[in-house]
């Protein structure tokens, strides 16, 4: 397969300070993308922008690290409570639960049934839960939206405190109408180890410790890296440019 290797004036300072984006990322539809640095901390600036840019981004090969996996906790919950939705059914009492728990009391659940529905959740187990649980427990007019699914309901009424990137997840779910597989991967290099995608951004730069082993009797640990990131790349590697001068890998 043929491939190119670029090199693009992009730095991890772009992202913080410009609020751009790397150049072509995610611009062809049927190609998967990675961006890859060799420590975490350099890659706040990234995750933070394509937060607030609503992108969806993942990293399937630390798949436990909320940082790198934004919306799995999120997801998790906004499928169980969409579960059943296209067969015309209700929730079993295993999916009632896992949305449940994360609203709060007051406004939401009639006084002090808050754990009474959960309790009923539970008691239900794989076994669907009925209308008349809902409408016994819950507010109203928050039953009715329940009901139909509105998932205003777990922005609006959502306990403080639950993990997760909530409104950045549900912004990005209701915009596509279901919970995206991101094309986006973002880590370091040593998490997607083994890991591939048609399109690799790759930056240089070094913590002080690499680069002291880069100029050191260590460089052929740095090298390796980053022949491990290089490869990575099926189609197309960008090389960004380095953002701390005197910290940074030549490649």
């Keep these: 397969m043929e491939g190119s290797v670029k090199r693009i004036s992009y730095r991890i300072d772009d992202a913080e300070f410009g609020g751009e984006l790397p150049p072509g990322l995610l611009e062809n539809e049927e190609e ?14 990234i995750t933070d922008l394509l937060k607030r840019k609503r992108v969806p981004f993942h990293n399937p090969y630390r ?15 906004v499928s169980s409570y969409l579960a059943g ?3 015309g059914r209700l929730w079993t009492g295993v ?6 728990e994360v609203l709060k009391a007051k406004g939401v659940f009639r006084s002090r049934m808050r754990t009474e529905f959960l309790e009923r959740c539970d008691f239900a ?4 839960i009925l209308e008349k649980d809902i409408r016994a427990c819950f507010e109203e007019s928050v ?11 777990l ?3 959502r306990k403080i405190g639950v993990p997760g990137s909530w ?3 549900l912004d990005i779910i209701e915009r596509e109408g279901e919970i995206p597989e991101p094309r986006l991967i973002v880590g370091t290099i040593h998490s997607v180890k083994g890991g591939e995608a048609d399109n690799v951004y790759l930056f240089p730069d070094l913590s002080p410790s690499g680069f002291l082993d880069y100029t050191g009797a260590n460089s052929d640990r740095v090298y390796r890296l980053f022949y491990v990131g290089m490869t990575r790349a099926k189609k197309n590697l960008y090389l960004c440019q380095q953002n701390q001068p005197r910290a940074v890998l030549w490649i």
Aim: net charge negative.
């Design 63 to 77: 798949s436990g690290d909320p940082k790198w996996n934004p919306m799995v906790n999120p997801g998790k919950r």
């Design 167 to 169: 409104d950045y997840a």
């Design 143 to 153: 039953a009715d939206r329940v009901l139909k699914r509105d998932i205003g309901v």
């Design 85 to 87: 939705k296209d067969e």
């Design 32 to 45: 998967t993308y990675m961006i890859l640095a060799s420590c975490t901390y350099m890659l706040n600036s």
């Design 155 to 157: 922005r609006e009424c």
């Design 95 to 100: 999916e009632a639960y896992q949305w449940a």
């Design 125 to 128: 187990g794989a076994d669907e």
